[in-house]
């Protein structure tokens, strides 16, 4: 069977999830929305730096594009400084009688105990259009969800599970997120966005409450807690500059507590320069994704990410949208409502051999 799919957005992550619907054979690109009035018209594939036409062109009459029935649209479009206006998006879609898959908002890869109120909009249009909706990514995603659980699945007994991102975001061209939200090149004493109380809950309390509910324990609490690091001297990332005495280094972590220790744990370990913070973890090869189960017995598991131009920020980017990508057929086949990576069975690379 074929899934007609429409994608929504060609930025970092949407036009690697086009590469990706064109590669899938049981995926048909049948539309594409873009919001820069500058794309419409343009064809797809050119968008996507595929450097050949997929004959779709871009568009920014959605009403037009949802009148295509599609089985399911690919929502990679910005959402950390438009919330309200992307679950409204996502709710349309919906109740419109369309699956979704999507890479945000990122508290819908699980959002109970953690965000219930606001995930109660979307599960209400998803039962309204008898629909279903799956939210995930790389992390919050595959590398805190399936990978780290699929780990517990062969131990004896567990302490505690940890995942890790251990990531140089030197090369993350986007300025709004590494500057604005996550406060790089930002004096020492300013409190960005991403580390204001709560902020990072609502971000990554997800993957928490998913791992806490995948090991069958309940939580008493998700504490917070982070550490920055100052550059040792000027110098520029591909975003832009970075001053000397600047945010150059974050590492921070979000801790599910249960009986009063720490059991499930996030921690993220991110540079600019490689050589800063030597005392904080290190990644294996160029960077990427580490798991550790401390029980019986004592488990690692590191995933490093690397794409075919040689930067970890592209396969980074590029595994978010393949992850929504591949499970198109699960979710479309799935039960209405919104999906989790508890829900799904096991997504595979199925037909993608070349």
Not at 39 to 56: F, I, P, S, T, Y
Not at 81 to 95: P, W, Y
Not at 142 to 169: A, K
Not at 304 to 319: E, F, P, R, S, V
């Amino acid at each position: 069977m074929t899934y007609r799919v429409i994608q929504w957005s060609t930025g970092n992550v949407g036009k690697h999830a086009i590469a990706g619907i064109d590669r899938n054979p049981a995926l048909e690109l049948v539309g594409c929305f873009v919001s820069n009035p500058d794309k419409v018209g343009n064809d797809v594939g050119q968008l996507a730096g595929l450097e050949k036409d997929l004959g779709v062109l871009a568009s920014n009459d959605a009403e037009a594009l949802l009148a295509l029935k599609p089985d399911c649209i690919v929502h990679t479009a910005w959402a950390d400084t438009r919330l309200f206006e992307a679950l409204e998006d996502l709710a349309t879609f919906l109740r419109h009688g369309i699956n979704v898959v999507s890479s945000s908002p990122v508290f819908l890869q699980y959002p109970y105990g953690v965000a219930d109120t606001m995930a109660e909009p979307i599960i209400a249009a998803a039962k309204e259009g008898n629909a279903s909706i799956f939210v995930n990514g790389i992390d919050p995603g595959f590398g805190n969800d399936q990978l780290p659980l699929v780990l517990t699945g062969i131990s004896e007994w567990i302490d505690e599970v940890r995942c890790y991102e251990i990531l140089n975001y030197a090369t993350y061209n986007q300025a709004e997120v590494l500057f604005d939200i996550m406060g790089f090149a930002k004096p020492m004493d300013e409190v960005p966005f991403l580390l204001q109380p709560g902020v990072p809950t609502l971000a990554w309390g997800s993957v928490i409450a998913q791992l806490a509910a995948g090991l069958g324990i309940e939580l008493d609490s998700i504490d917070e807690w982070y550490e920055r690091v100052p550059a040792p001297f000027d110098f520029d990332v591909d975003a832009g500059p970075v001053p000397k005495g600047s945010v150059a280094g974050l590492h921070f972590e979000l801790r599910g507590m249960h009986k009063g220790r720490a059991v499930v744990v996030l921690e993220h370990v991110t540079r600019l320069l490689d050589e800063i913070a030597p005392d904080w973890p290190h990644p294996t090869g160029h960077g990427g994704y580490r798991v550790t189960v401390t029980g019986e017995p004592n488990y690692t598991l590191d995933l490093q990410l690397l794409g075919t131009d040689g930067d970890h920020n592209t396969a980074g980017l590029k595994a978010t949208a393949m992850r929504i990508v591949n499970a198109i057929p699960a979710v479309v086949e799935g039960a209405p409502g919104l999906l989790t990576a508890l829900d799904l069975p096991l997504i595979t690379g199925k037909g993608l051999v070349r």
